[in-house]
C-alpha cells in the first residue's frame, strides 16, 4: 500500500478531521510551522470584529464592564487551566512570555534568601537565558547551565530555582516534568516550566507534577494570533508569598483607588502589570475555545500519528535524514527535527513548493504538527516533496539565491 492509499485510509478513520474546517488555510498550502504560528480559527474573524464593532465601537469606556474587559486575563487564564493542570484560580493570562519569565524569576529568587543561582541548559530557547541574564546582570541572580543528562546533579544549595522548558524548541525532546520538579524540591528549589512548545500539543499536569511556576505563549497551539498574550501559573500555595517586581496598576488590590502607595492585588491576579490588551485577549479566547472544544489528549494522539507516519513515508522514498528529535513519540512534543548542513536551503526549497517549516540555525530543519487542522494526507505530501527536494538538488538553488543575496 502506498503511503497516500494508508493516508487516505487513516484520514477517513480520523475523528478530528472536521475540525480542519474551523480553520482559514492557503490553497496549495501544508503548513507545518504551527509550532511557530498557529492557524487562524476561522471565529476569530467574526469574534473580533464583533468586539470591535460593538464593545469599542458601540460600548466604548463602557465596554470595560459591560463586555469583560476587566476580567478577561483571569477569564482567558481560566480556560487555559485545565489545559495545563491547573486550578482556575492558578493562571492569568497577561503580558508576553518574556516578560512573565523575568516576574517569574525575580519572584522566586525572592522566596529563596541567600540562594542567587537560577539553573538552566544550554540551548534552552534564548528569551528564558536572556531574562536570567538580565537580572544577573543587577546582581540579583547568577546563571548556572548543565546539560539536560546533569540537571539532577547539578541542583545543590545554592539553587534558587530550575528554569526549564518542557518540550525543547529545537529538538522537541521532552522533559521529566514530575521527577525533575521533585529533584528541584529535594535540593530547596523551586522549579519554573516553559510550557510554550507544550500547550495545547500535549498533556500537561502542573499540579500533579508539584510545580511552583510556569508560564507560556498563546500563538502557537493556542491559536491566539500573532503577539497574542502570554499566560502565567502560580501554584495556590505560592501565591500569598508571591512579590513580582513589575508592580504596575492593573496588579493593584485597588487600581482606581489611585493611591501612590503599591498593595499587591490578592492571588494570581498580583501577576497582572499594565493594561492587558483586550483584542489579542479576544482573539486568544477564541483559540483556547477551539483547541478545548478538540481536547489535548485526542489532539497529542493524532499527533504521536501524524509524525510516525510522516517517518514512514520518509523510509517508503528512501529517505534518510538524521533525525534530531528523540525517535520515540512518546518522548518528544509535536514536531520532528533533522539535521542537515543545508538545512537552510531545504526549507527554502519546500517553502517554493508551499511546504512550510522553518529553519533553526545552524542546521536543524524543524517540523510542526498541528493536529487540529493537518491531515495524513498533508503528512504523505510533505514526505514526497521532501524527498524530491533532496534527490533532484533543489536545494542548491535556494542556496545559491541566498548567498547571491548577501553578497
Not at 539536560?148 to 525532546?173: C, I, N, P, Q, S
Amino acid at each position: 500500500m502506498t503511503p497516500d492509499q494508508r493516508a487516505a485510509e487513516f484520514d477517513a478513520a480520523d475523528p478530528l478531521a472536521g475540525y480542519r474546517e474551523r480553520f482559514i488555510l492557503p490553497e496549495n498550502v501544508i503548513y507545518l510551522d504551527g509550532n511557530s504560528l498557529g492557524a487562524l480559527p476561522r471565529a476569530t474573524l467574526e469574534g473580533v470584529s464583533r468586539e470591535l464593532r460593538e464593545a469599542w465601537g458601540g460600548g466604548l469606556i463602557r465596554s470595560w464592564n459591560d463586555a469583560g474587559w476587566f476580567e478577561a486575563p483571569a477569564r482567558v487564564g481560566a480556560k487555559i487551566a485545565p489545559l495545563i493542570g491547573a486550578a482556575p484560580h492558578e493562571v492569568i493570562a497577561c503580558d508576553s512570555t518574556s516578560v512573565n519569565l523575568f516576574k517569574l524569576i525575580a519572584a522566586a529568587l525572592a522566596m529563596r534568601p541567600g540562594r542567587k543561582v537560577v539553573l538552566s541548559e544550554p540551548g534552552n530557547f534564548p528569551t528564558d537565558l536572556y531574562m536570567i541574564a538580565g537580572l544577573e546582570a543587577q546582581g540579583l541572580a547568577e546563571r548556572r547551565l548543565a546539560e539536560r543528562e546533569r540537571l539532577a546533579e547539578a541542583l545543590d544549595g545554592e539553587v534558587a530555582l530550575l528554569l526549564l522548558t518542557h518540550v525543547h524548541f529545537k529538538t522537541g525532546a521532552l522533559h521529566d516534568m514530575a521527577a525533575l520538579t521533585r529533584a528541584a524540591h529535594e535540593a530547596g528549589a523551586l522549579v519554573l516550566w516553559d510550557l510554550s512548545h507544550s500547550t495545547g500539543a500535549l498533556p500537561v499536569d502542573l499540579n500533579a507534577a508539584g510545580a511552583d511556576f510556569a508560564v507560556g505563549c498563546g500563538y502557537k497551539y493556542l491559536c491566539g494570533g500573532p503577539g497574542a498574550p502570554a499566560f502565567a501559573f502560580v501554584a495556590e500555595r505560592h501565591q500569598a508569598d508571591l512579590q513580582q517586581p513589575l508592580t504596575g496598576w492593573f496588579g493593584h488590590a485597588a487600581p482606581f483607588a489611585f493611591s501612590d502607595d503599591y498593595e499587591g492585588a490578592p492571588g494570581i491576579a498580583r501577576m497582572q502589570c499594565g493594561t492587558p490588551p483586550v483584542l489579542g485577549l479576544a482573539a486568544l479566547e477564541i483559540g483556547v475555545d477551539l483547541i478545548a472544544e478538540i481536547g489535548v489528549g485526542r489532539l497529542y494522539e493524532k499527533s504521536q500519528a501524524l509524525s510516525s507516519f510522516f517517518l514512514d513515508c520518509l523510509k517508503a522514498h528512501g529517505v534518510d535524514l538524521e533525525l534530531v528529535s528523540p525517535a520515540r513519540s512518546d518522548e518528544r512534543g509535536s514536531q520532528l527535527s533533522f539535521r542537515h548542513p543545508e538545512a537552510y536551503a531545504i526549507c527554502q526549497a519546500l517553502i517554493a513548493r508551499g511546504v512550510i517549516g522553518d529553519f533553526r540555525a545552524p542546521d536543524v530543519l524543524r517540523l510542526g504538527f498541528a493536529p487540529a487542522y493537518l491531515s495524513f494526507a498533508d503528512m504523505a505530501a510533505a514526505a514526497r516533496h521532501l524527498a524530491e527536494v533532496l534527490a533532484t538538488g533543489e536545494w542548491q538553488a535556494a542556496e545559491f539565491n541566498r548567498r547571491a543575496a548577501v553578497t
